[in-house]
């Protein structure tokens, strides 16, 4: 199946940083990617979708400056947490799906701590 | 996408069969049954999706009814690896691919015990 990475797996940082989590399609292209957020215990929330070439489009409730989203190529999307808080610490994924299939292939996720 | 209800978790002694149900009574006709399962600390994976006919494949088997108001997950030999959240979600398909966003409730927690 189709396989999606992201980059880096676990990251810590400190109050006030700027995180970048790459998302990228290792073997097909994605013009769209999707990006989600888990708290412990609960279940995926989308946060936002990210479009190849175009702006992103975010869920009702996530601050568009704070969650910045690129999507440089049809390969390879970017979220920036900027000035991370303690409350942005949280499982990032992103997901992707190739355009010729059903499916929705996700990454390996991101642990993000913000100290 | 239609709203779907699972049981909060589940037991299954290792070996056995698992069978994870799922309603899904508002789902429209172009809407397919999707499952996924997320092992803790992982992205989810695609486990097997159906329209109306029942669905089988290396990981598991899907039983959809004939009103496809519920389905049922069935995972014919449960090991120890297979304890996960399993998520069923139905939603629109195509191949034309673009914008499909998925949408996660909170699915069944399922224990695979020795």
């Known amino acids: 199946g189709a396989v999606v990475s992201q980059h880096p797996s676990r990251v810590i940082c400190k109050s006030g940083t700027s995180v970048k989590i790459e998302c990228r399609s290792l073997?097909?292209?994605?013009?769209?990617m999707f990006w989600y957020r888990q708290f412990p215990k609960q279940s995926l929330m989308l946060m936002a979708t990210?479009?190849?070439?175009?702006?992103?489009?975010?869920e009702q409730g996530v601050e568009k400056d704070k969650f910045l989203i690129n999507h440089a190529s049809l390969t390879l999307s970017t979220l920036t947490v900027t000035s991370a808080h303690p409350e942005d610490s949280s499982f990032y994924i992103c997901?992707?799906?190739?355009?010729?299939?059903?499916?929705?292939?996700f990454g390996p996720g991101t642990r993000l701590t913000v100290l | 996408d239609a709203k779907t209800t699972q049981p909060t978790s589940m037991d299954c002694a290792e070996g056995r069969a698992a069978n994870l149900p799922c309603n899904h009574s508002?789902?429209?006709?172009?809407?397919?049954v999707y499952w996924y399962r997320q092992i803790h600390s992982q992205g989810p994976q695609y486990i097997i999706h159906?329209?109306?006919n029942n669905e089988t494949n290396e990981m598991a088997s899907l039983i959809i009814t004939e009103d496809r108001k519920s389905s049922t997950l069935i995972l014919p030999h449960a090991t120890l690896r297979d304890t996960a959240v399993y998520y069923c979600i139905v939603r629109v398909a195509s191949n034309s691919g673009g914008y499909q966003k998925v949408t996660f409730g909170i699915g069944t927690k399922l224990q695979v015990i020795p």
């Open positions: 508002t789902i429209s006709g172009n809407e397919y």
């Open positions: 997901s992707a799906n190739p355009g010729t299939t059903n499916e929705q292939f």
């Open positions: 073997d097909f292209q994605a013009t769209t």
């Open positions: 159906g329209l109306k």
């Open positions: 990210s479009n190849e070439g175009s702006k992103a489009t975010y």
